[in-house]
């Protein structure tokens, strides 16, 4: 069974950073692309930065040059480094990875989900 487990998120003010983390089991990360995912109250899920199996990644327009995502294959786990937080980043973050079934999302079809975690900036 595959299971998506983020953490790391929080409140932090305007400026700061965070690292969330997704630990995947039950699925080699290291075979398929990743990514993360937001959505804030109100507003439609929104992708946020994909990383494919070539180590090729794609951002959102809002968070290029500020989010960076990465992975370690070896802990079978998924990041993403944020900073220079805005109140617009406020959301509630997934980790997702590639499986049959999903959504298709900038060539990577999206079919485990992680159950989020949430991420909010004080301005």
């Known amino acids: 069974q595959v299971q998506l487990v983020e953490s790391g998120g929080g409140s932090v003010p305007a400026g700061g950073s965070l690292r969330l983390s997704c630990a995947a089991s039950?699925?080699?990360?290291?075979?398929?692309?990743v990514g993360w995912f937001r959505q804030a109250p109100g507003k439609e899920r929104e992708r946020v930065a994909i990383?494919?199996?070539?180590?090729?990644?794609k951002y959102a327009d809002s968070v290029k040059g500020r989010f960076t995502i990465s992975k370690s294959d070896a802990k079978n786990t998924l990041y993403l480094e944020m900073n220079a937080l805005t109140a617009e980043d406020t959301a509630m973050y997934y980790c997702?990875?590639?499986?049959?079934?999903?959504?298709?999302?900038?060539?990577?079809?999206?079919?485990?989900w992680g159950r989020g975690t949430q991420v909010t900036v004080s301005s």
């Open positions: 990383l494919y199996t070539d180590y090729t990644t």
């Open positions: 997702a990875a590639a499986g049959a079934g999903g959504e298709w999302f900038d060539r990577c079809r999206f079919g485990h």
């Open positions: 039950g699925y080699d990360i290291s075979r398929f692309c």
